[in-house]
Structures are given as C-alpha cells and as structure tokens.
C-alpha cells in the first residue's frame, strides 16, 4: 500500500506563487509514477502533471508554462511548482501515485488539498 500526503495548499492572489508537496509512504522504488491531478468545482478531474523515472515529465499543453513537477527519490515526494496562478487555477490538487513492483497495476490517490486564487 502507498499512503499519500499533501500539503501546501492555501489561498494566494493572483500572479502569486505556490508549491505543493505530496509525501509518498514506503520506498520510491514501489511507485513507478506520481502525478497531479485538480478537481474544480463541477469540472472533471484533469491530469496537471506526471513524472516518472523512465518517461520524464508529462504536462498538457494547458498546463506547461506555469507548472513544473519535480520528484525527490530519497524522500519520496512530488513536487508541484505553480506560478503565475490565476483565478482559474483554483481547485482541489490531488496526488496520484502508479504503483510499481509488487504494487504494479494499483493506484493511490491523496485526500487533497485546496489551492483558492482570489485576490
């Protein structure tokens, strides 16, 4: 099982920044990916960011300019950088962990944490 922690949510005006973390239970080594994903109010849930070792990074084309994702192994947390937000980026960011080894095939989402860009 992999247990997911974020934090660094908050209310920020916009242009502000803002980074997020999410702290991964276990060894980096059972997660083969971690992601960002957001939630708007009403909207679907859409994919933010995704790193993993052997592909690199992934952002839609949406999301390239302002995000950047980042992975510490030895802690075994994700990283979501955020700059330039703006009234639209707000949402409740979740991670999303893709299982690996033993865990292959499972996925692991965090409770969230809410992002409010107002001024």
């Known amino acids: 099982q992999v247990q997911l922690v974020e934090s660094g949510g908050g209310l920020v005006q916009p242009g502000r920044s803002l980074r997020l973390s999410c702290a991964a239970s276990?060894?980096?080594?059972?997660?083969?990916?971690m992601a960002w994903y957001r939630q708007a109010p009403g909207k679907q849930r859409e994919l933010v960011a995704r790193?993993?070792?052997?592909?690199?990074?992934e952002y839609p084309a949406s999301m390239k300019d302002r995000f950047t994702i980042s992975r510490d192994y030895v802690k075994n947390t994700v990283y979501l950088q955020m700059d330039s937000l703006k009234p639209e980026d707000t949402a409740t960011y979740y991670c999303h962990a893709e299982g690996a080894r033993n865990l292959r095939g499972r996925n692991y989402w965090g409770q969230g944490t809410q992002v409010t860009v107002s001024p």
């Open positions: 790193i993993s070792e052997r592909e690199g990074v």
């Open positions: 276990g060894t980096s080594l059972n997660i083969y990916a």
